[in-house]
């Protein structure tokens, strides 16, 4: 049984369940995009009759029940493309159903459909445009007159009118009188403009200073009033010609004249012109009363019983979304994140106010985390991060417990839309998390694709510390106290991430340790909210490191001890990092420079081979290994370590004029010291196999330091 049937649709019927919610428009749609210009080229198709193109639409079978479908919302009778914070509330939509019948969904030919009813819905129907798009739209080359900041935010609100003073343009005279063309061009015919300015919606934005070229035409300039208005809204005429072709002559003639009267339009220069604009409007009317009646071209996917995929709705959903993906991407698969991100909003706008709506909930959760630079929060990070905090400490029912969505359960929305319900209501605790996550890593300097490159370790720190921010709402602490138990939790995270990272954890493909992590969270939950021990954040904390198993910390001190920094700066910086928790680093080189670190040696890869071969010694492993242990690294900023090059350590900073030579020969012995370098890897004399070998075991002795420092730090030996 095919799962679509062709058929067609009256066209005044397509408009009139738009605006009344019968028909609805599937949120992974894309925004409506059609320029002005693009709109009037619609109606000139419709007037002359050409192709309008096939319709895709999707009979739910389901009436009033919006809100159980793929998510959706209405076609919107005003259109805001101003980017000023005042979008809700000039992008009207029309309401949604509460009228009987099915639930069509639009899955091809939004666009067009949106822009008819632009163009004919209604009286108060229009486009908010910046001014440098509404003149953009109207030239050739996309080029506007206008420079300079306030182009960012003077905006015009345009409406779709037919200009008389051009119409008449467009006639034949004939025996009866006059005729439109049947070549009218209707682009020149119809035009946008500004109406007039009463409930202040024309236009806004920083203020035109006089002889502003205006975008549009302003009415309330244009309209001089004693029935001399020469613009008639284009949704008057879709309204006059209802049933219009039906009508006797005399009722037609009539109609004519009170529409004109209305519009203020009955004094003109001579009575022949007055004439012409009468036969003028007659013939459009006509026109526009057939296209009324115009059949669309439509495919109408059935549903789901009567397609025959029974109680199947997986199957039935997934072959509608890949019917729309297929037509709207190309063939490309459609995006598992942007049906959940569309289920989330969805459901969100289902649910008692907050302060956020649906549309805002990735942006303010992007906000939250925007100061740790690792990567932007996309939406499949957003999803991901819900998912996981959802699965952990919000999903009781079985199945669902601790598990990740699969893609039915993004096609289907059900378990999405139980999840959006627990995010709502811990709205405030997810956005503390974020924010708190943050600055932790911020402040302890730990930097993803730097010391680590999983973003599964960021996601773990999410359950960790929702975990805290969950218990420290329902405690009364305070912020001395709050602060205290902070410092704790951040120190155990900082070890816990290390000795996760030394026990060959959180790889390429560390989604099983992830998985691991999240249960191990959970199991400790159901068996400790019953002992009312969750109260206590030490034991939330201590959970931590039960997740880290004796045999782990094993791993971790063999890798540690055993550890070459040959092809694994990657572990090189994290070790590195570890040794420095007890070191004031920043003391010199201060936090800005820090910002973007980079580790490299001590004494350079080049003058060590180079002295190596003067001497005869470039085949030995022992020497050639040597220099990339990690007692010869040592990290500075990225632009101080490539001002250093291949320069010795006391070079780089004791190279100065005579003023500044005693301030760097201080830097030196800082520098020097808070890192343990000794003289012999700062000033290195590298001319004999003696002076090479006492490189060597400075370079050995300073690795053992390091490893031992690290050991203690990480409570590992």
């Known amino acids: ?77 005003r259109v805001s493309r101003v980017e000023d914070g005042n979008d809700d509330e000039r992008n009207r939509k029309f309401p949604e159903s509460r009228l009987p019948g099915n639930i069509t969904m639009i899955l091809d030919g939004q ?44 905006w015009c609100y345009g409406q779709l009118y037919l200009n008389l003073t051009e119409l008449i343009k467009h006639l034949d005279s004939n025996r009866r009188g006059y005729s439109l063309r049947r070549s009218t061009d209707w682009t020149k015919v119809f035009e946008w403009a500004i109406p007039d300015d009463r409930d202040g919606v024309g236009y806004g934005g920083t203020e035109r200073r ?45 109609l004519v004249n009170d529409l004109l009267t209305e519009q203020l339009a009955t004094v003109w220069d001579s009575e022949d012109e007055l004439e ?57 698969a459609l995006s598992k994140d942007e049906i959940t991100s569309s289920w989330i909003r969805n459901s969100w706008e289902q649910l008692p106010d907050n302060g956020t709506k649906g549309n805002e909930i990735y942006s303010k959760m992007r906000e939250r985390f925007k100061d740790y630079d690792y990567k932007k929060l996309d939406d499949e990070n957003i999803v991901k991060i819900l998912n996981i905090l959802w699965a952990v400490f919000g999903a ?53 694709n730097y ?47 290390l000795i996760t990272l030394f026990s060959s954890k959180w790889g390429k493909s560390s989604d099983s340790d992830l998985a691991s992590f999240m249960k191990h969270c959970y ?19 201590d959970n931590l490191f039960q997740f880290v198993n004796e045999q782990s910390r094993i791993v971790a001190k063999k890798y540690v001890e055993n550890f070459e920094t040959l092809e694994q700066y990657t572990t090189a910086r994290a070790l590195f990092f570890a040794w420095n928790q007890s070191v004031d680093r920043f003391a010199y080189y201060g936090e800005e420079r820090m910002t973007d670190p980079s580790l490299d040696h001590i004494i ?35 632009v101080d370590n490539s001002k250093k090059n291949a320069n010795s350590l006391s070079m780089w900073l004791t190279h100065a004029s005579d003023d500044r030579k005693k301030i760097r020969q201080d830097e030196l012995i800082r520098i020097c010291k808070l890192f343990s370098i000794p003289e012999r890897l700062s000033s290195p004399n590298l001319d004999t196999k003696e002076n090479i070998d006492f490189v060597v075991d400075a370079i050995r002795e300073r690795s053992s330091l390091i490893k031992q420092n690290v050991l203690d730090f990480l409570q590992l030996n």
């Open 604 to 638: 350079s890869q080049n003058s060590w081979e180079n002295s190596l071969r003067k001497l005869g010694l470039l085949d030995n492993e022992k020497y050639l290994q040597c220099i990339h242990d990690i007692g010869n690294l040592n990290e500075l900023g990225r």
């Open 396 to 448: 009781k029912n079985g199945k669902d417990n601790c598990r990740l969505f699969s893609d039915s359960d993004l096609l289907a929305g059900a378990a999405v839309k139980e999840m959006t319900e627990w995010v709502h209501t811990n709205w405030v605790v997810i956005n503390n998390t974020l924010e708190s996550v943050s600055k932790f890593l911020i402040k302890s300097r730990l930097q993803f």
């Open 523 to 541: 199991i400790w939950l159901e068996s400790n909210a019953q002992t009312n021990n969750w109260d206590n954040l030490k034991l939330w904390s």
């Open 451 to 497: 010391h680590f490159k999983s973003v599964n370790l960021i996601y773990c720190m999410m359950v960790y510390r929702f975990g805290f921010e969950l218990c420290v709402t329902t405690q009364n602490l305070t912020m001395a106290e709050r602060l205290s138990i902070q410092n704790d939790f951040d120190l155990h995270a900082k070890k816990w991430i």
């Open 210 to 254: 006089d002889g502003y070229d205006w975008p549009l035409v302003k009415l309330s300039e244009k309209n001089i009033g004693n029935g001399r208005n020469r613009f008639v809204h284009a949704s008057v005429l879709w309204e006059k010609s209802a049933g219009f072709q039906n009508r006797d002559e005399n009722t037609k003639f009539s």
């Open 111 to 154: 666009q067009r459909i949106q822009s008819a009813l632009l163009a004919f819905s209604s009286h108060d129907a229009g486009l908010y445009l910046l001014d440098k798009d509404w003149a953009a739209s109207f030239n050739d080359n996309g080029e506007y007159p206008y420079r300079g900041q306030a182009v960012k935010n003077r």
């Open 276 to 332: 012409m604009v009468k036969d003028a409007i007659f013939g459009l009317l006509n026109l526009f009363s057939f296209l009324r009646e115009e059949r669309i071209s439509c495919l109408q996917l059935q549903t789901q019983t009567a397609s025959g995929y029974g109680e199947n709705y997986p199957a039935y959903s997934e072959a509608v979304v890949n019917i729309f993906n297929r037509l709207n991407a190309a063939g490309m």
């Open 1 to 77: 049984m095919p799962i679509y049937q062709a058929t067609t649709k009256v066209l005044h019927e397509i408009i009139n369940e738009a605006q009344d919610g019968l028909m609805m428009v599937p949120n992974i749609q894309r925004a409506y995009v059609w320029t002005p210009d693009k709109i009037i080229r619609l109606i000139d198709t419709f007037l002359k009759g050409w192709p309008f193109s096939t319709l895709l639409l999707w009979d739910t079978g389901l009436t009033n029940h919006a809100h159980t479908l793929v998510p959706n919302g209405p076609f919107k009778r």
